[in-house]
């Protein structure tokens, strides 16, 4: 242990390892298999990245989170730990130079996305490559059990089959008891070795507030309760309506969802990051490997689908340790938007065989054909051409992806591609260049390598700042090039794609199991109502009822949810009247008739007094007659 703890001090300048990290880094030294489950924040990163460092080979680490293998690579990297990342939008030249590296050694920590499993070109090299074992981040993924399943997970076990001899380390931050066994069984440890953290955050207050009106009490709260927020919504067009209410109400916000480009996304966060920006208005998008300490207050305006999310988005609030607050906002409408989600995830079998059909058309692919085909898909244009509604034929064409059917990529990281077809020198006798073609061409030469060789990913909206011009006229400048064949230019596209597992059957023959559709539904189902349920119990500690969820049964009320400290004002309030009923009936003790105003003697105040007054008069103890009061003759 204390090589690691040597390195520990070494690369990041911390004295010793803090919960279970010391155990999870212990077990997976052993060669064991080991699940680390761990709240947001408990320092996850630790237990692989430190004994990656003290094992010979490779430590590959798979996420979904391209932002966050980007992230974690440049920090490796400052403190001289040499790391790299594979994910989709690399180009195939990039992929192999990071694979022979990791070969020959020049790689210590390789991130992967789970996509990359199924390729036959990572398959190939994975086997040459010295493994020292395989961490799985955000391992609930791999579960049909947990809230965020991805099928892609279910590629990690062929790993296995690679590289045998390799433990697994997987972790996350929130997993029920029956996904913690889910996840070893799916990833085929070799025996149950699990270690937990206590999720209780006793420095976060778990609030649910009752609000008719959500954008006067979101306001009321970000004004009340001072420092850096995030607030959650359900769609991208809320998430800029939330941004603009805010701002018109002096209070600094933005906003992030998934539907914007990179660039953008980098500067908001670096801007809420850095405390230029006081509140992130985002939806789901935002907030996954995200480490600021320093948030105050997380808030729900929409809420989510489940307890696992929302535990893991109110659980970046208060890292640093200090009060901070985690309140969703509520109201009878949002049980029944709760429960159309159900409807809307699940449609009828016979609608989602009927998109297949519709699906086949719509690409014209006939019978026993289209296996291995990729087609960019246009949402719209297929609702207005056979009359059905966005969200129910996303909901279906995510259950053929899980049903084997096709593969429905909903939001593919399509970045802009650009490759030069003229030498370096023959650019210098292009003629008639106007100003803002000569800035792009000057932006595209100093930022980008290997545009001469390759395809190069680029992006416009820098290209446009450090030019001085519009994203608009970079385009129409890449454009004019391309037509010009000066350059071969591929613009950026947010369209989903389709991709045919299968080729086409009739859609009647299409088979949605028990496992794909009624035990999915049923287990949304029950996350829905979950959170129905943890919404409207007033009477049991908020902290307790979502340990409860994750397992944890022997816990303390936290003191300071808001049905604690509604339960604390009525026992205070209780005791005062207690107090206040026992002076006034030593005052009555003498049986005579006392005028009402003799009462003020006794020097309790007006409000308590007549709430006191009321309870002993309903009880039968006290009587009035007139303005006089007395005690009642209990003959």
Avoid at 440 to 464: K, N, Q, S, W
């Amino acid at each position: 242990m204390e090589e690691y703890k040597s390195i520990l001090q070494k690369y990041w300048g911390y004295p010793d390892f803090r919960g279970i990290q010391k155990e999870i880094i212990e077990s997976i030294g052993k060669g064991q298999d080991t699940l680390g489950l761990m709240p947001t924040g408990g320092g996850k990163s630790i237990t692989f990245q430190v004994p990656a460092l003290a094992l010979e080979g490779v430590c590959i680490v798979i996420t979904p989170l391209i932002a966050l293998m980007k992230d974690q690579v440049d920090h490796l990297r400052e403190r001289h730990i040499s790391a790299d990342a594979i994910y989709s939008g690399m180009t195939r030249t990039e992929i192999i130079k990071v694979l022979e590296n990791a070969i020959f050694g020049g790689v210590k920590i390789l991130y992967v996305s789970p996509e990359r499993l199924s390729s036959d070109l990572f398959l190939q090299k994975l086997s040459r490559i010295k493994v020292s074992f395989i961490t799985i981040d955000e391992a609930h993924c791999i579960s049909q059990w947990g809230y965020d399943f991805r099928p892609s997970y279910l590629e990690i076990a062929n790993i296995r089959k690679i590289k045998p001899e390799c433990p697994i380390l997987a972790l996350t931050a929130t997993a029920t008891p029956k996904v913690v066994d889910d996840i070893q069984e799916k990833l085929e440890f070799k025996k149950k070795n699990v270690f937990k953290m206590s999720f209780e955050r006793k420095n976060l207050a778990y609030v649910v507030r009752f609000a008719k009106d959500k954008d006067s009490e979101l306001i009321h709260i970000l004004n009340s309760v001072e420092g850096c927020s995030i607030v959650y919504v359900r769609s991208r067009k809320r998430a800029k309506d939330i941004a603009l209410l805010l701002q018109s109400n002096n209070i600094n916000a933005t906003f992030y969802h998934a539907g914007l480009d990179h660039y953008t996304k980098n500067i908001r966060q670096k801007a809420w990051q850095n405390d230029e920006q006081r509140v992130m208005v985002a939806t789901n998008a935002f907030g996954m490997g995200i480490d600021k300490p320093q948030v105050r207050t997380v808030v729900h305006y929409d809420c989510p689908d489940s307890l696992e999310a929302y535990f893991q988005e109110a659980g970046r609030a208060g890292r640093d340790g200090k009060k901070a607050y985690a309140v969703m906002l509520y109201n009878n409408n949002d049980e029944h938007k709760l429960i159309k989600r159900i409807a809307d995830n699940f449609p009828p079998k016979e609608y989602i065989k009927e998109v297949y059909d519709h699906l086949a058309y719509f690409f014209q692919i006939g019978y026993a054909s289209g296996l291995g085909h990729t087609f960019t898909f246009d949402i719209g244009k297929f609702c207005t051409a056979f009359h059905h509604f966005p969200i129910q034929v996303d909901a279906a064409l995510h259950i053929l992806d899980r049903a084997g059917y096709i593969h429905y990529e909903m939001d593919p990281d399509g970045k802009a591609r650009l490759h030069f077809l003229l030498g370096r020198n023959d650019l210098y006798k292009l003629q008639e260049l106007n100003g803002i073609e000569e800035s792009v061409l000057e932006v595209l030469l100093r930022t980008y390598t290997g545009l001469f060789a390759d395809y190069v990913f680029i992006d416009e909206t820098y290209i446009a700042e450090k030019a001085g011009v519009s994203k608009q006229q970079v385009y129409n400048t890449l454009k004019s090039f391309s037509q010009r064949k000066i350059v071969h230019f591929i613009p950026q596209t947010k369209t989903p794609y389709i991709t045919y597992r299968r080729n086409r059957i009739d859609g009647k023959d299409i088979a949605l199991t028990k496992e794909i559709y009624e035990e999915r539904m049923k287990e949304f189902e029950r996350r829905i109502k979950t959170v129905i349920i943890y919404a409207n119990n007033n009477s049991v500690c908020r902290s307790r009822q979502l340990l409860y969820y994750f397992g944890e049964e022997k816990t303390k009320n936290c003191g300071h949810c808001d049905v604690c400290l509604e339960h604390q004002t009525n026992q205070d309030s209780k005791s005062r009247i207690d107090s206040a009923k026992e002076t006034i009936l030593a005052f009555l003790a003498d049986k005579k008739k006392h005028h009402i105003t003799e009462l003020k003697s006794l020097q309790i105040p007006e409000r308590k007094l007549e709430t006191t007054l009321h309870q002993l008069i309903n009880e039968e103890i006290i009587q009035m007659d007139g303005s006089n009061i007395f005690l009642m003759d209990k003959k």
